[in-house]
């Protein structure tokens, strides 16, 4: 059954093209993953999935409903975190369950032991009286998490949910969007950050200048992309280049530095160490990162 | 789509968000309605109005301090509702991001625009309450037809929460809130028959005080405590009713485009 059904979707702000029709598909239980630089089209995206902005055109079908039509009903099943902190500073950090969950129309007592529950959850009970603005980022983070839960969505919207985080912080966040997942919720997530997608997503698309480049699971994506290691070769030499170009070895040349990328089963690893590594080489496997820049390119976006 | 596909009976869940934080600071929101009369009447009423003397108003003779302490419930249910739509209103819009909260859930920005406003005219009604408690402890209005300006107060705080609310939707920074103040508001506090009858205007000024919608409020005040008037109370009450809801149309639509596009 498809939880989200996108097709077709463009958006369009005073002449400038943000969503470029792009069209993509959710299964229910799914983890998937909205990747691409900054200004991507990422956020507009899932604006428009949340209702916040209208499609200029397109569609946006969610548990099988409209968008612009059932904006309501479709709300009320979503959870949304959105990128920016958008806790309520005038409240308590219980103060925030309770009043969001008024805005979903939860009775009272039924708020009060979902709230309970999420609090423990998120490890923050210890917290439930402080004021929002007291809160560390990582427990801020959790707090926006929380609060998206207490409808008890059928499907999770998250933009950008560890940015600016500690490693612990974002450690903590990622066993609790896991335990969600097992849990069978549906999430749609927007990152930066390539572990994190490459850990949770099930499948992903990776967008740029609002266009759709690949769609995928993080590993065909990298065995398709970016084989199946790396060798970085800092300093390349003449003789390494005409090499790879003799060999057609899939490479990214950046001047200073080198990087190939190995299929299974070659064993480029050993002939580079052999005859080509003057300075320093770096041996690793790909990663989603390998396959994010050379889709996107390595140029600065803003 | 139509419009009132967007409007229901859940602004109230926005409008009881701020009842929550009004309550948590509910002591500093009672101590300005209650003190701000007094000053008023111990600085105009004792101070300033043996200068004066009677005042001519409606027909009838009455003291200064007769005169404005309606007046004075009228100013403060425009400041407080008007104050509420713009600078509270753009704190949680731009500042605080509550807004975009709840935009994230089962309510329209038109529902969060109309209990903003409501909001206003509410806190309004609740400094009303205080201040008219006050003066008429005081005896400056006869009860019990003062209670009349409760609701009053509330239509009043409609008026000015949604023409505040307007402001809010086209002002680029909040710094800019000078501007209507300066140029809508004071002279309005000033202008609107609230220290001096507008008939002690010059006749080519007056219409422009018919134009203010405090003259109306502070019309309607003077005539639900005192039971004096210069205009008819239908006029008054039309006219704040058509002033609210042009303005709160106006909101909706700058608001729509400031924060949808």
Redesign the interface.
């Known amino acids: 059954m498809k939880i989200i059904e996108v097709q077709y979707l463009h958006k369009r702000?005073n002449g400038f093209v943000a969503v470029d029709s792009i069209s993509f598909s959710v299964e229910k239980g799914e983890f998937f993953g909205l990747l691409g630089p900054n200004g991507a089209g990422k956020t507009t995206t899932i604006r428009m999935l949340?209702?916040?902005?209208?499609p200029s055109q397109g569609s946006i079908r969610i548990f099988g409903m409209d968008i612009?039509?059932d904006w309501?009903?479709i709300?009320?099943r979503?959870g949304?975190c959105?990128q920016?902190?958008?806790?309520?500073?005038?409240?308590t950090v219980a103060?925030n369950l309770y009043?969001?969950a008024?805005?979903?129309?939860v009775p009272k007592k039924e708020a009060s032991s979902r709230g309970k529950e999420l609090l423990d959850f998120f490890a923050l009970s210890h917290k439930k009286n402080a004021k929002v603005m007291d809160l560390s980022g990582g427990m801020a983070r959790r707090l926006i998490l929380a609060r998206?839960l207490i409808?008890q969505p059928d499907l999770l919207i998250l933009d950008e949910p560890t940015t600016g985080l500690d490693p612990q912080s974002k450690h903590q966040v990622w066993e609790k969007l896991e335990t969600l997942k097992e849990q069978g919720l549906t999430v749609l997530i927007t990152t930066h950050n390539m572990d994190e997608a490459s850990r949770l997503c099930d499948r992903l698309i990776i967008i740029d200048h609002g266009n759709i480049l690949v769609e995928g699971s993080p590993q065909e994506l990298i065995i398709r992309y970016a084989g199946k290691n790396v060798v970085e070769v800092e300093g390349p030499d003449q003789a390494l280049r005409s090499y790879v170009s003799a060999n057609h070895i899939e490479h990214d040349d950046l001047g200073r530095r080198m990087v190939l990328y190995s299929p299974e089963g070659s064993d480029l690893n050993h002939t580079v160490r052999d005859r080509f590594c003057t300075e320093k080489c770096i041996y690793r496997n790909s990663t989603l990162e390998d396959v994010f820049l050379r889709l996107t390119g390595r140029e600065l976006r803003e | 789509?139509t419009h009132s596909a967007f409007l229901s009976w859940?602004f109230l869940?926005?409008w009881?968000?701020n009842l929550?934080?009004y309550r948590?600071i509910w002591k500093v929101n009672f101590i300005t309605p209650l003190l701000e009369p007094l000053f008023y009447i111990l600085a105009f009423g004792l101070g300033f109005s043996g200068l004066i003397g009677q005042v001519q108003y409606g027909g009838t003779e009455l003291s200064y301090t007769e005169f404005i302490a309606p007046a004075l419930i009228a100013t403060a249910v425009m400041w407080n509702s008007f104050f509420e739509t713009t600078y509270g209103s753009f704190v949680r819009m731009y500042y605080?991001?509550?807004f975009?909260?709840?935009?994230?859930?089962?309510?329209?920005l038109e529902e969060i625009i109309i209990a903003e406003i409501v909001w206003s005219a509410t806190k309004a009604v609740g400094a009303a309450a205080i201040m008219l408690t006050v003066l008429a402890l005081l005896g400056f209005i006869h009860l019990p037809q003062g209670i009349l300006l409760i609701p009053m107060a509330f239509l009043g705080g409609l008026a000015f929460g949604a023409i505040g609310m307007f402001f809010t939707g086209i002002i680029p920074t909040i710094d800019m809130f000078n501007l209507p103040i300066f140029l809508f508001i004071t002279p309005m506090f000033l202008l609107s028959g609230t220290f001096f009858p507008v008939s002690n205007l010059p006749q080519w000024v007056r219409p422009m005080a018919l134009v203010f919608p405090l003259y109306h409020l502070t019309e309607m005040a003077r005539w639900f405590s005192l039971g004096t008037k210069e205009t008819g109370a239908v006029t008054s009450i039309g006219y704040l009713t058509l002033f609210f809801l042009f303005f709160a149309f106006l909101a909706l639509k700058a608001m729509r485009k400031r924060i949808?596009?």
């Open positions: 702000f949340y209702g916040f902005l209208p612009t039509r309501r009903k709300k009320a979503i949304v959105q920016d902190n958008t806790l309520d500073p005038d409240l103060q009043v969001f008024g805005y979903f129309s998206a409808n | 789509m859940r869940k926005v009881k968000r929550v934080v948590r605080q991001k509550t975009d909260a709840i935009l994230a859930t089962p309510l329209s949808i596009r």
